[in-house]
């Protein structure tokens, strides 16, 4: 099946910008996630980008996207405390008649004062 | 806008016990929707797709006779956990999608304890 993985844990300081990364396998993916998950709580989507754009901005939050190399960025400008919590990045192909997501194994942030 | 509400949030009982979740899109209709089990510091597995009206897709190895859907509205699906045993204690959570390229949006989800 398809593989999607994350790096577990990053940690960084207040006010600093924070990089969460992603790979994956689907050579067919049309549409790439990032969800954050507080503890006990759901999954918030943050942003998602077409599999044919490179780039995506909004507000704090920038999506890189190497198509080429399978490689799905997120950027985290001025770092809050509030950021704190696990990020997942999903991506969506072909399978399942194109509505399943597959998941990553989530990267847990810290942010420290 | 996009807002799913997931009820009930927690949920204790005895082994042996049904338990049913409801999952409800608020301001969109949600032609497809989607049933996820997580496990401690794991990420989210899929368990069903349900559309409205049919009935659901199980992914391998989740019992479809334990795991009772229904998806009987645009806004309304449900999951029912037959016949509860300690070892179905999980974080249950569900998302719902709008038209084909609309993204998931999800629950709060509910933990499910079974003593």
């Known amino acids: 099946g398809e593989d999607v993985e994350q790096s577990l844990f990053l940690s960084v300081r207040e006010g600093d910008s924070s990089v969460i990364n992603c790979t994956y396998t689907?050579?067919?993916?049309?549409?790439l996630y990032w969800y954050k998950q507080e503890p006990g709580a759901g999954l918030q989507l943050l942003t998602y980008i077409f599999s044919n754009m490179d780039m995506k901005q909004d507000q704090r939050l920038t999506v890189l996207l190497n198509k080429k190399d399978k490689h799905l960025s997120l950027r985290i400008a001025d770092t809050q405390t509030g950021d704190s919590a696990i990020y997942f990045c999903?991506?969506?192909?072909?399978?399942?008649?194109?509505?399943?997501?597959?998941f990553g194994t989530g990267t847990q942030l810290k942010v420290e004062l | 806008g996009a807002v799913v509400s997931q009820h009930p949030s927690w949920v204790i009982c005895k082994s042996g016990t049904s338990v049913k979740i409801e999952c409800r899109s608020l301001d969109f209709q949600a032609t497809t929707m989607f049933w996820y089990r997580q496990f401690p510091k794991q990420s989210l597995m899929l368990m069903a797709t349900s559309n409205e009206g049919s009935k659901a897709t199980y992914e391998q190895g989740v019992e479809k006779d334990k795991f009772l859907i229904n998806h009987a509205s645009l806004t309304l699906s449900t999951l029912t956990v037959t016949s509860a045993h300690p070892e179905d204690s999980s974080f249950y959570i569900c998302?719902?999608?709008?038209?084909?390229?609309?993204?998931?949006?999800f629950g709060d989800g509910t933990r499910l304890s079974i003593l």
């Open positions: 999903a991506e969506r192909g072909l399978t399942g008649g194109g509505n399943k997501l597959t």
């Open positions: 689907d050579s067919s993916s049309t549409y």
């Open positions: 998302s719902a999608k709008a038209q084909n390229n609309q993204p998931q949006h």
